[in-house]
């Protein structure tokens, strides 16, 4: 006989959130996630009050020194691009700036990089310039050093789990 | 310290590059080389004609019509893309199993493998050495074959290593050095002599991160070098062993590569990583 019993537990799914991608989801047994990041920068905002997030997975910090049509078919590869995208995204499924918590991982460096060539450390302040001007504070950053790692958002509960490759893990 | 000779002799675990695939790569490194040269050698290979034709079949290339011949092959995707995917299906074997001791998952050294090659052959033809692409790829491909041997080693040292790296200052391969009495790129360069690699394919091997400061002079071991550190920004089938390599910022001036530029081939290398992963389990 076929077992008739249906479970009202969603199925939890995870999302993976690649270099160069932006995701947002209102699925409460979803988690996004972006694996491996390197000078990249992983950014999480997610909104409490109506329970939606996203996950933007970008590697450079600044659109305009490439070609215009790089950017424009490109957004979330940058910082400044993928950083609007994101708001304008969140704010158009009723997100209110107000309510976001941010969480930021990655910008990690190689030995000795020097400040023009240093790509993690310029992703850090785009991302840190772009949440300035829009006055939205972050909750938590894990940023720079020599380290990979791991950034999930748990769209049920708001929760980020970053794990560092070999080292640390933290829930935020 | 492990006995080094003990860990040298664990090349013979490694599976050989097949004879034809040895010869392309010579005939590859060869600026005085022809490209018939190197067809010829792909035709009259029965077995490695079969695989080429199989990979250029399927779905990923989307050609219109179905190629029975590795001349068709050659016509319709060049010969450059043919060469690289006979490199590509000779060193993929090796590359697949999940080394121990790196952190890394199943195919994670052949994904890093891969997209530090496309980003050296990237390097190499936005930098005017067009004629050494084949060259510069080979080498990239193959640069951490090494650690495929290394990767038991590292575990078993791993607390050391990890003391020197994140307490102490080392890069990883200087620590590896340290503790092991060899590292990734020397046990590389050992696995070329042993299969009678070109004397300039073993040394770009051997001093992929550019520890020997001669080595920084030499532009296209510079390539190599670069292409690896993209993917380590990129975060590309990276390990435990991270971002902890040294930059060598005189590579990048001596190459005349500009802040942009860099930006720009790392722009290039993630659009051709996006791209990778269906190619990756083609070959």
Redesign the interface.
């Known amino acids: 006989m076929l077992d008739t019993h249906i479970s009202h537990q969603p199925i939890s799914v995870m999302t993976a959130v ?3 991608e932006l995701k947002l989801s209102r699925n409460p047994a979803e988690t996004l996630v972006a694996f ?5 920068i992983g950014v999480t905002m997610y909104d409490p009050v109506i329970k939606v997030g996203g996950l933007l997975n970008f ?2 910090p ?1 659109s305009s ?2 070609s215009s049509s ?1 950017a424009q078919f ?1 957004p979330f ?1 940058f910082a400044d691009t993928g950083l609007a995208a994101f708001s304008d995204a969140l704010h158009n499924i009723g997100a209110k700036t107000d309510n976001l918590k941010v969480v930021i991982a990655g910008g ?7 400040a ?2 240093n ?2 450390h310029k992703n850090h302040q785009a991302v840190t310039s772009y949440l300035g001007e829009k006055k939205l504070a972050v909750h938590y950053a894990d940023i720079g050093g ?3 790692r791991t950034l999930r958002l748990d769209i049920g509960n708001g929760d980020n789990l970053i794990q560092t ?3 640390t893990e933290a829930k935020v | 310290m492990t006995n080094v000779d003990d860990i040298i002799s664990g090349i013979d675990t490694l599976r050989p590059i097949p004879p034809v695939a040895a010869q392309i790569m010579a005939l590859a490194e060869d600026e005085n080389s022809s490209m018939s040269e190197i067809a010829d050698l792909i035709v009259h290979d029965p077995s490695l004609t079969a695989s080429i034709l199989k990979i250029c079949n399927a779905a990923y290339f989307g050609l219109s019509r179905r190629v029975d011949s590795v001349r068709d092959a050659i016509v319709l995707l060049g010969l450059d893309e043919i060469i690289e995917l006979v490199l590509l299906n000779a060193t993929a074997e090796n590359f697949r199993d999940e080394p121990d001791g790196y ?1 890394l998952g199943e195919g994670e050294l052949w994904q890093h493998a891969v997209l530090s090659a496309y980003a050296a052959k990237i390097l190499a033809e936005s930098h005017g050495f067009t004629s050494q692409k084949h060259l510069v790829f080979t080498a990239a491909l193959l640069k951490d074959i090494g650690k495929i041997i290394m990767g038991r080693f590292v575990a078993f040292s ?1 607390e050391k290593i ?1 003391i020197l ?2 307490s102490r ?1 080392y ?1 990883f391969n200087e620590a590896e050095k340290e503790v092991i009495g060899i590292n990734h790129e020397e046990l590389g360069a050992r696995v070329g002599q042993k299969w009678r690699f070109g004397d300039q394919l073993i040394y770009m091997i051997r001093h992929h991160h550019m520890t020997d400061k001669t080595a920084r002079d030499d532009p296209e071991t510079a390539l190599v070098y670069l292409a690896d ?1 993209i993917c ?9 062993d ?8 005189e590579v ?1 001036d001596r190459m005349k590569l500009t ?2 530029d ?3 081939v ?2 290039d290398t ?2 051709r ?2 791209k990778l992963d269906k190619l990756l389990y083609l070959v």
Do not use: C
């Not at chain 1, 990690?108 to 020097?114: P, R, S």
């Open positions: 690649n270099f160069g491996s990041i390197g000078a990249g590697v450079l600044d020194t490439m790089q490109h590869m990690a460096q190689i030995m000795d990089q020097t023009a060539f790509i993690g020599i380290f990979m490759l070999g080292q | 952190g791993y990890n790296v994140h200052g890069s550190i380590m920004m990129i975060g590309f089938g990276t390990g435990v991270g971002l902890a390599y040294r930059f060598y910022s990048l802040e942009k860099l930006q720009n790392i722009f993630g659009q990583r996006q």
